[in-house]
């Protein structure tokens, strides 16, 4: 694999609670470091990196958001990836180690390779386009439930006998959506 030495990566695996961050110190050494997803973790962290690292992470539910959000206003450049084009990175180069550090490693190897030529920042979206969005996740969200309960009646609707509260709840729900 051939690195880039024009941009400095930082590749992130973001969760719940945490993220995991892969990057090159100002000594010049890889460092592997599990961060608490708060401000004095996002803080901390651009003590490790430096206002120069172009940070790569995956857009993961809306975990990532938080941080990439921090780090566009702390002025970082930030690259937010579909999931897939970096499991696909992965999957070319055989990986198979699924951790949150070796997904670090992962991201940043994806970052050095792939984005070292083409390079799009993330921006934050309008709050308008993310409410617009946030009522677009929910809409299909309860859809998917309606179509799941839904198959559930189908489901009861075929059987010789149905406990009435199953039957009831069901059909309350059903109303409900």
């Given at each position: 694999?051939?690195?880039?030495?024009?941009?400095?990566?930082?590749?992130?695996?973001?969760?719940?609670?945490?993220?995991?961050?892969?990057?090159?110190?100002?000594?010049?050494?890889?460092?592997?470091?599990?961060?608490?997803?708060?401000?004095?973790?996002?803080?901390?962290?651009?003590?490790?990196?430096?206002?120069?690292?172009?940070?790569?992470?995956?857009?993961?539910?809306?975990?990532?958001?938080?941080?990439?959000?921090?780090?566009?206003?702390?002025?970082?450049?930030?690259?937010?990836?579909?999931?897939?084009?970096?499991?696909?990175?992965?999957?070319?180069?055989?990986?198979?180690?699924?951790?949150?550090?070796?997904?670090?490693?992962?991201?940043?190897?994806?970052?050095?390779?792939?984005?070292?030529?083409?390079?799009?920042?993330?921006?934050?979206?309008?709050?308008?386009?993310?409410?617009?969005?946030?009522?677009?996740?929910r809409s299909?969200?309860?859809?998917?439930?309606?179509?799941?309960?839904?198959?559930?009646h189908e489901?009861?609707?075929?059987?010789?006998?149905?406990?009435?509260?199953?039957k009831r709840?069901?059909?309350?729900?059903?109303?409900?959506?």
């Amino acid at each position: 694999m051939e690195i880039c030495t024009a941009h400095k990566f930082t590749g992130i695996d973001v969760s719940k609670q945490f993220f995991d961050a892969y990057f090159f110190d100002s000594k010049g050494q890889l460092i592997q470091r599990r961060i608490k997803q708060d401000q004095q973790g996002y803080s901390t962290f651009t003590g490790f990196i430096g206002k120069d690292s172009i940070c790569v992470m995956e857009a993961i539910g809306t975990y990532y958001l938080p941080l990439a959000q921090w780090l566009y206003d702390h002025g970082i450049k930030v690259v937010v990836e579909n999931p897939l084009k970096i499991k696909r990175f992965s999957q070319m180069h055989l990986r198979r180690h699924k951790t949150d550090e070796a997904d670090a490693k992962i991201i940043y190897d994806y970052g050095v390779t792939v984005l070292s030529n083409k390079i799009v920042f993330w921006c934050p979206q309008s709050s308008r386009i993310q409410e617009m969005q946030q009522c677009d996740n929910r809409s299909q969200r309860l859809n998917k439930e309606l179509t799941a309960i839904t198959n559930t009646h189908e489901a009861l609707s075929q059987l010789s006998f149905v406990n009435t509260k199953v039957k009831r709840m069901v059909n309350d729900t059903i109303e409900q959506f």
